[in-house]
């Protein structure tokens, strides 16, 4: 799954990088004494490729949220089957710093 959502990440990044080149070569070419149509320029932000760069980048957001969520839960899980192994005179307990133990913000 790693493996599968760093790819979807090189995508999306080179996609962002490609964005930016055409802009810039379509601005120069602007500059060559006519000036460029910014209906253009718009045209080709909200084309299909912007399109479905977009829609990539959503599916990437949903599964890394996804896979974060299933890996701190697996951690939690390990956590607690530890600590319930662990010998009864041995008095360890779990607690987050004051800082760690304040709710996360959901970043969607």
Known sequence: MESYLEELLVLCQ???E?????????????????????????AFKTGSFNQTVQELTTYYISMEEYYMVENVAKAIQIDEVSVR????????????????????????
Do not use: W
Not at 87 to 104: E, F, M, R, Y
């Open 14 to 16: 080179r996609s962002e």
């Open 18 to 42: 490609y964005n930016a080149f055409m802009l810039d070569k379509m601005r120069g070419h602007g500059s060559s004494g006519q000036q460029l149509n910014p209906t253009v320029i718009n």
């Open 85 to 108: 192994a662990e010998p009864a005179t041995h008095t360890h307990t779990h607690s987050l710093p004051p800082a760690l133990a304040l709710p996360l913000p959901c970043v969607r």
